[in-house]
Each structure stands twice: as structure tokens, then as C-alpha cells.
């Protein structure tokens, strides 16, 4: 079925290159040619945002896969330096074109959402954001695979445990991977401790009150692209990051409602149930290996491209649908626990209203929208909140009139 695709010469892999990059390059102009049209159109920052959201999730994401998934079978039959450095190198240039498609569309995209959002910051920083947080995601999973490429047999492993050996290796590289790499966020975020002032102050205060005293607060600085948030990060101590666009725009108990969300991510485990869900998914994987390796043994060769569609699925189900609609039950659950602190219902509502409001963000999804999200559409969190609080709509008005 990909046959040409494997018979291509060194030149003809050039030119397949060059027309993915062009095709990506005509999808993300026509992007922007919409994205303009919505906002004169609408005159709404948000809901140009929202389309352009929705081109790059469902249109550009399946384009991209299709970039690398045929980048990838071309190059493949050429890398014949040994056995265990093929697959690094095969991955390495599909990592490397990824990062080509991702900096040529933040040089096509910068200028139309700086001039909707009002940001300052520059194409330089930009494309920086973009290389180091590729490079920092890569770096563990090319450990995984380095793992991966042991092989039992040099270590005396019997062979009835060489398969239980291998995931096991893996499971550890991972959790303790999983454990060092949050203390490495401070530089990715170029955050710097956060303390010595009122503000500071109260929000760790607020924070031992919730029975966490292993933590460090950092200022995360956003102010020139705009984003208001809030995270934690580590599994041993917690590390809370603010950015400075928040907290120049919330009022203190506003912050204090965020920061609670973030704790009620600690108290109810969800760090550690999201490092479990991404083991699952690593052992699926390697599962998924193991019995193509044995299929292959026992019947025929799998074509490479019914394997690579296999993970891509794989992947999608795992990854995109099952750990984000895990994710956004844990979001609501946050929220739980933020009223269950005794923060008012009014305060977090003027928070997620101020949230969406500060990122440019809509209200509410369209219909499957949100199958694609981490967090429940603000609309949603609002309408529960409500419930929880006997908040009715007059009352809701009121409180966004005050806040608007």
C-alpha cells in the first residue's frame, strides 16, 4: 500500500519533505485568512480564537499526523547505522520536522494573534517557548526508548522474565523521571520564588492552613503574552506556580480561590493518579509491541504502516479521549474542594469568569468540543457552582455586572 513510499530515493524524500512543509505552510495561511474574516466579522477576540482553536485541533493535528506518519515511512528503509540507533534517528527527524511545522506557524500566526490579544511578546520568545518545551518533552521519552533498547539477555535475565524485566525497567525510569523533572520547571518557565511580599505572604499562610507545608511558590512571569494561571507540579514537594498576569488582575481572595483549586489537585491525588494513568498508557504500549513481536514470530511480518496506525490509534483513544475525560472530572473535582474550604461560590465564579475573560477564552464549547479539552468548558464549572451554591441567574448577573 506504501511501497512507493519505501522506494524512494535520498532526492525524492527532499521533495516529499518539501511539499509537507508546504502544504503545512498553505494550511496555516488559509488559518489565518479565516481567523481575520471571524474577527471582523464578530468583532469577538474570543470566539476568532475559538475557530482558529478548532482549525488547528481537528484540521492542522490531522495533517500533522499524516506529515510525520508519511515522513516517517520514507525515511525509515534509509537508516541502517545499527540495530539500536535506528529508531532514535527515525523519531528524531520526525521530532525535527514537528518542530520546522510548529516555528513556521508561529512566525505566520504571531502577528494576527498579537494584534487580537494585545501581546508583546516577540517572535524570538516565541519560538524559544516553542524549541525548549519541545526538547524538554522529548528528552524523557528518548530515555524511555533508550530503556527500551536494553536488552535483557546482556543483564543474565532468564527468559520467562524477560518480558516482566523490561516493563518493570521502564515503570521505574519513568516514576523516577516523573519525580526529578518537576524541579527543572522553575527553568522552563523562567519562574522565580515568589515571597517577601503581602501577597506572598497570605497565599502561603492560606496554603499551610490546608495542611501542606512542603511547597515552594513561584512567580511565573506571562505578562507579555497574557496568561492567567495557576499549577502544581511534583510529586514529593509541591511546587505552585502563579503568573504575574493573574495576580495583577484577581483580588487577593480571587488568587486564593485558584490556588485552593490547585491544592484539591494535591488532596485528592490527582498528580499521582495522572503518573499512574501515563504508565497504563506506556504499558499499552509495550504490550502492544510484545504481542506484534509474537504475531510476527508465529504468522508474518507486520507491514510498518499497519503498526505505526495501530499506536497513532492507540494513542488517540488513550491519550486524547480516556486521560482527558479523566482530566476534566478532576478539574470538577478541584472545584469541589475549593467550596468545601469555605471560599464563597461568588468568588471562584468571579475567578473562572475572570479567567476565561483574561485568556481570551469562550464561556462555553460547542457541542463534542469538549471531548478534546483537559478542563470542562467555564460554563459548565459555573453552572455547577451555581448548583452547589443556590446561586440563581439574577444573582449570577449581578455578580458578572460587578466584575465586567
Do not use: C
Amino acid at each position: 500500500m506504501f511501497d512507493f513510499l519505501f522506494n524512494l530515493s535520498i532526492k525524492g524524500i527532499i521533495i516529499l519533505y518539501a511539499v509537507i512543509i508546504m502544504a503545512n505552510i498553505v494550511f496555516i495561511l488559509i488559518t489565518k485568512n479565516i481567523v481575520n474574516k471571524k474577527y471582523k466579522k464578530t468583532q469577538s477576540v474570543e470566539e476568532a480564537l475559538y475557530l482558529e482553536g478548532r482549525l488547528f485541533k481537528y484540521v492542522h493535528f490531522t495533517l500533522f499526523i499524516i506529515s510525520v506518519f508519511v515522513s516517517t515511512l520514507a525515511i525509515a528503509p534509509h537508516i541502517e547505522v545499527n540495530e539500536n540507533l535506528d529508531m532514535f534517528i527515525v523519531i528524531g527527524i520526525g521530532f525535527l520536522l514537528a518542530i520546522i511545522i510548529l516555528i513556521i506557524d508561529s512566525l505566520i500566526m504571531h502577528k494576527t494573534n498579537q494584534e487580537l490579544r494585545k501581546t508583546t511578546t516577540t517572535q524570538k520568545e516565541q519560538i524559544s517557548n516553542i524549541a525548549i518545551g519541545m526538547i524538554f518533552g522529548a528528552i524523557p521519552m528518548m530515555i524511555i526508548f533508550a530503556v527500551l533498547e536494553i536488552e535483557p539477555e546482556s543483564l543474565n535475565i532468564s527468559d520467562s522474565y524477560r518480558v516482566p524485566f523490561k516493563i518493570g525497567l521502564v515503570i521505574l525510569v519513568y516514576i523516577l523521571m516523573t519525580l526529578i523533572i518537576p524541579f527543572f520547571y522553575k527553568y522552563l518557565f523562567k519562574a522565580v520564588p515568589f515571597r517577601d511580599n503581602d501577597k506572598a505572604n497570605a497565599i502561603s499562610d492560606f496554603i499551610k492552613q490546608t495542611g501542606i507545608n512542603n511547597f515552594k511558590l513561584f512567580l511565573w512571569p506571562t505578562k507579555n503574552g497574557k496568561v492567567a494561571n495557576a499549577l502544581v507540579a511534583g510529586l514529593v514537594r509541591k511546587d505552585i506556580y502563579i503568573t504575574d498576569y493573574l495576580l495583577e488582575n484577581f483580588t487577593l481572595e480571587e488568587t486564593k480561590a485558584i490556588v485552593a483549586h490547585e491544592i484539591g489537585h494535591i488532596k485528592k491525588k490527582h498528580l499521582w493518579k495522572r503518573t499512574g494513568l501515563a504508565i497504563g498508557g506506556l504499558f499499552l504500549f509495550m504490550l502492544t509491541g510484545f504481542f506484534m513481536n509474537k504475531y510476527e514470530e508465529m504468522f508474518a511480518d507486520i507491514p510498518i504502516w499497519i503498526g505505526i496506525i495501530l499506536f497513532v490509534l492507540i494513542y488517540l483513544f488513550y491519550f486524547v479521549f480516556l486521560i482527558k475525560y479523566i482530566s476534566r472530572i478532576q478539574e470538577m473535582q478541584a472545584d469541589e474542594y475549593v467550596l468545601s474550604l469555605g471560599i464563597e461560590p461568588e468568588v471562584m465564579i468571579t475567578s473562572l469568569f475572570k479567567l476565561a475573560k483574561l485568556n481570551n477564552t469562550v464561556m462555553k464549547f460547542k457541542k463534542h468540543d469538549e471531548t478534546f479539552q483537559t478542563h470542562p468548558g467555564y460554563d459548565r464549572r459555573i453552572k455547577w457552582i451555581m448548583k452547589k451554591g443556590n446561586i440563581s441567574e439574577e444573582s449570577l448577573n449581578n455578580i458578572l455586572n460587578l466584575n465586567s
